[in-house]
Structures are given as C-alpha cells and as structure tokens.
C-alpha cells in the first residue's frame, strides 16, 4: 500500500474525481450515512458507476457491483471512503468486492467509524486485491466535511445563510426581499441538500416564509422544518403552521400553554420542551443534540439575527453563506442591522467568493 501521491498516474486522478462527484452529488440526501461514489474501470473504460442511496442504503459499492452488466473479475475500483466491513444494517461491502472478482481498489480517506476504521485494508489483501488508500484526500476530508462533524462530536452539520443589504441591513420594514433571483437558486439549493431548516417565531411571524425548495423537480425534497419558540408565539395564519402536518415540523418551546399545544398537537407537529439558560434562552447546543439524536444530519439555519449570532458565537454554525445584496435599504423604526462580520471575520475563513459581476449579489462562503 502506498499513500504517495506519485504513485496515482492521472487516470487514478479522473476517475476518482467522477468518485468524489458522484458522492457530491448525493451528499446531504443519504441519511445518517455519508454520500459515498464509486466508479468501476476495467481495461481503461468506466463499466458501471454508484452512489448511496437515498436515505443511506443500498452502498454505493453494492449499486456499482449490480449496475455492471460486464463480469467484473480483473477490474479496479475507485470509491471515495473506505468499504465498510461490518455487518451493519446491510452486510460487508468488502464481501461483495471480493466475490466480485475486483482485482484492484483505490479509496480516499479511511471511514471514522469505529467498526469500520482501517480494517478493510487487511481483509482486502488477505484475499489478493491490491489496495491504494490516500488518492484526492484533500478533496475527499472536504467531500466528508459533514459526516465527520456528524461522528465526531454527534452533532449535525450547520450551514447557516442570511442576506444583508449594501448598507448592512437584514430587514427594513418596507423591503421584503434583498436578493436576486440567482441568490434564490442558492438559497432553494441549500433547502434542498439539508434535511432540516430551523428559524426563530419571531422570524417566522414577521416574514410568513415557506421554507420549502422551490427548485422545479426537487420540491419533495424539501426540508423538515424547526422552530423555535419558547413562548409559542407561532402565528395560527402563518404558512408554517397551516402546512404543518405529522413528520414535516418540530417546534421547541418552553411555555406550558396547555391550549396552543393541544392545536399545535391538532395539527401533527412535534413539540419538544426543552429548558432555557439562564439568559432566559435556549441551549442550543442542546437542541443541536436532540435534532441530531432524532436522525438530523444536516441543518440550514435561516435566522434570526439572535440566533444566528447566539449560535456563531457558540461555535455551533460549520458554515455560512451570506449574500450582500448591491442595494441599499432604507432604514424604518424597526430595521435589523447585520452584526456578525467580526465573529465571522475572526473565527471563519473564506472558503469561496463569488463575485458580484457573476450572480448581482455578493456571496461569500465561511468555514470554521
Ligand atoms: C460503504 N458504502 O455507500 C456507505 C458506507 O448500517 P449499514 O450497513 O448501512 O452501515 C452503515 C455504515 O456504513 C456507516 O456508519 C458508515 O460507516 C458506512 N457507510 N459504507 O461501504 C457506502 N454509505
Ligand atoms: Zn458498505
């Protein structure tokens, strides 16, 4: 085995980047599993290809084995994480390859589960396949941003996103809507890559949002949505709890308001009491557990401004989009100013710019 770059010809490369793409892809729609991509070349041309599946099974491993109308045996496989070894809820993917003939396997990074960590290495050349580990692992630590953040510290991946006028605002009285509709696009995208989106009631009553993606064809990916609400304040006419049905929303609250939790309750939606600290404000970090605690891998955290900054300073946001608008707004008796630069300045680095010239708006991407 070798980890040596040099080692990897540019073919190696190229096949492994469709790996990473097509992980890329299905990333954030696999459930509690990582998104994982796999490619099959026999002879130098790819004969099948795999993704996880939706909501995490089959493994991508599997899908390319059975996709492959050609006999596999003699071929190389390329897949982006370590095969898993275990006999989890589905059985060993390194069973499968070496029944499959597989003469030859490249992955990027070991898998950080416990059961599965570097054993497949072994098991694989016990049984006469050559194995390369180490081939775009820069690449694949960014592919698993998320799924090490999730197993690492049991907690979901937070990307959060605001929009903010030229002048620095995030609401004004008079102007609802600060970006244009190619920001949107993003904004609809990130809907549809998170499993769960959580905003303030205050947020919720004041802008009356939908928070479902709006992307033509992917709505039914839309995410569950979280609200917190310590004095259920929701308002009965919002889309929100209009739309609300079993399974689509949790509010988290903190007032015992026995009439609001019965037509809360009415409705299908899941009420989670959780305590305040002793700014009189949820722990989040508490909440963060429990979103994770019932399946939540991923969460797109879309305001207010409290929480954000309650949550940026408590080092619980992964990633941050935010998008400066070229207009300025004017400025009402109750318009919110944009705060957070500093912290974000500070603790994030600029992983992404894209320029104005390009989309009309400003959109930086931060990661801790
Ligand atoms: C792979 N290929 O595509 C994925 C893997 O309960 P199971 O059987 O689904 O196994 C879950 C574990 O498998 C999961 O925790 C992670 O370590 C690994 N995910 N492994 O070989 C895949 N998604
Ligand atoms: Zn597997």
């Known amino acids: 085995m070798s980890t040596k770059k040099d080692k990897f010809s540019s ?5 492994m980047r469709i790996a990473i793409n097509l992980a890329k892809e299905r990333k954030g729609l696999t459930g509690e599993n990582p998104s994982v ?10 004969i099948s290809i795999g993704q996880t599946g939706f909501n995490g099974r ?13 006999n596999l045996s003699g071929s190389k496989m390329y897949v982006t994480l370590e095969p898993c070894n275990h006999y989890g809820k589905t059985p060993p993917c390194t069973k499968s390859i070496i029944n499959s003939g597989i003469k030859e396997l490249f992955y990027s990074i070991n898998d950080i589960d416990k059961k599965v960590k570097g054993k497949s290495f072994k098991i694989l050349t016990k049984k006469n396949i050559k194995v390369w580990r180490g081939l775009l692992k ?3 630590i960014d592919l ?27 609401y004004s009285e008079k102007v609802k809507k600060i970006t244009n509709q190619s920001s949107d696009k993003l904004s609809h995208y990130l809907r549809y890559k998170n499993e769960a989106i959580m905003i303030s009631s205050n947020t919720l009553n004041i802008d009356n949002p939908k928070l479902n993606c709006r992307l ?15 004095d259920l304040d929701i308002d009965l006419n919002t ?4 739309s609300a049905k079993k399974n689509n929303t949790i509010i988290f609250h903190y007032s015992s308001d026995h009439s609001k939790i019965n037509i809360l309750k009415k409705k299908g939606i899941t009420l989670i009491k959780s305590r305040l600290n002793f700014k009189k404000r949820f722990n989040l970090k508490i909440i963060l557990k429990k979103l994770f605690s019932l399946g939540i891998r991923n969460l797109l955290v879309e305001g207010g401004e409290k929480i954000t900054k309650n949550m940026l300073k408590n080092r619980l946001i992964n990633q941050f989009y935010l998008f400066e608008s070229l207009k300025t707004l004017q400025k009402t008796k109750k318009h919110v100013i944009f705060t957070s630069n500093d912290i974000l300045n500070r603790n994030y680095k600029v992983k992404t ?14 990661k801790r």
């Open 216 to 230: 033509i064809g992917y709505e039914k990916f839309s995410p569950k949505r979280i609200i917190l609400d310590k």
């Open 239 to 242: 889309y929100i709890f209009k």
């Open 11 to 15: 073919k190696d490369n190229n096949y």
């Open 353 to 366: 710019m894209i320029s104005p010239k390009l989309v009309k708006d400003k959109i930086t991407i931060y």
């Open 58 to 70: 089959p493994h991508a491993e599997i899908n390319a084995i059975e996709n492959s109308d050609e």
């Open 138 to 140: 820069k690449e694949a």
């Open 144 to 170: 698993y941003d998320s799924y090490i953040i999730n197993r690492k510290y049991q907690l979901p991946f937070v990307t959060a996103k605001m929009a903010v006028s030229k002048n620095k605002l995030l």
């Open 37 to 46: 991509g796999c490619v099959i070349v026999k002879k130098d041309k790819i």
